[in-house]
């Protein structure tokens, strides 16, 4: 294999840097993805890549950049997402604004965690193995793609700001994407992250009977025998947690959301109320087999109130996933990083695998992929990729460290020219 340092000596600090303020400075919110991925676009094939825009609706492309090996060896695959997990526009604190700042070797701003910083690791990876003149054996493909967030349309909530939840990944591959592995940025921390729990976004609609206020107790009230339910579904957490158990992942349940009654007419009692819950899955669960778990629960709230009625419908489905640890990726990476550090990679908690990500899908089709990224890492020495009341941060010793990763697992992988 290339002389590694000779390799991590090229990198361009400075460079990365620039890139690094540039991606936060270009908001790029779900449905808005355009200028981001014309600045990827252009970074990469300024890198010798050969870009393609591919479009996934109009405004929203994703972007494939080739770098072709010598041999007939393996393709890897760089994948990560150009939309961001809050909007811009939102009354947040800086660090959720796209305006970059550079404080004490922290970069603050709107995405560079999650995961805007992945584009600049790959980039500074590739700079750095080209810099060094070290050719690779196979091909390296670098995947942007739109609609990555968790999100998607469901009653007035309609539109192109509201269709994530894999979009961008799922297009990618049904139009012929292919590659041998992946290494997705998403921020992990620098741990090493070998699979993902699906998810599930449900709606819940409760159905009530409005009356006036002065003849409410004629009426069946939808809000309080939903906030009953939404109890319930707390509580049904770690039952469902016992029969879902899995040696690495923690499969968890949140209620994000309740939407019910007439604003407008608050003199009527709630004759509806929808509640909106987020259900992970483990690699191999049913998806029909959580709907009839919930109906169940359901069913046993309307025993104890028999004016319960209400009926469950999914908007968003996403499989989990798991690569073992004796793959060739893992292996590779786990492998890469000592090569930095000199110590094995941490693991992530259970619950951090109740997170998502495109490697879900792209298993599907065959392509087996890790988490991985320099992001997820505060300040405050916590794994989150939020400083508490200032927003989205990454270390700029941890993006060049992350970078030189990234270079030394395209090595391993796809070996020397």
Known sequence: MADLKKVFGKQDEAAMIQMARDVIDIPSPTGEEGAMADYVAARFRDLGLQVELQEVEPGRNNVIARLR???????????????????????????????????????YGLGISNMKGAFVGYWSALQMLRDAGVGLGGDVIVAGVVGEIEKGPIDEYQGRRY??????????????????????????????QTGNCGYIFAKIAVKGSAQATFSKGAGVDAMERAIGLRTAIIAWEPEYQR????????????VGAIHGGYPYKPSVTPGY????????????????????????????EREKDPLLEATVEFFV??????????HPLPQAVMAAHRDVFDTDPKRPNPERYSVSSDNSPL???????????????????????YEPNIGEVVSVANLSACARVYAASALRLLGEA
């Open 363 to 385: 298993l599907e089709f065959g392509i087996p992929g890790i988490t991985y990224g320099a992001g997820g890492m505060n300040v405050s020495g916590q794994y989150n990729m």
């Open 317 to 326: 489905v996403s499989n989990g996933h798991l690569l073992e640890d004796s």
């Open 69 to 107: 090996g010598a041999g007939r060896r393996p393709t890897l695959l760089f994948l990560a997402h150009f939309d961001t997990s809050t909007n811009p526009e939102d009354d947040l604190p800086f660090g959720f604004k796209p305006k970059a700042v550079l404080k004490d070797g922290w970069l």
């Open 273 to 300: 109320c929808n509640l909106y819950v987020h259900i992970n899955l483990i690699p191999g669960q049913s998806v029909i087999g959580v709907k009839r778990e919930i109906e169940e629960l359901i069913a046993r």
């Open 243 to 254: 029969r879902h158990a899995h040696p690495v992942m923690k499969p968890l349940i949140g």
């Open 163 to 192: 269709r994530g939840g894999g979009l961008g990944a799922r297009y990618l591959l049904n139009h012929g994407l292919t590659a041998d592995f992946c290494i997705n940025g998403e921020p992990t921390g620098m741990r090493l």
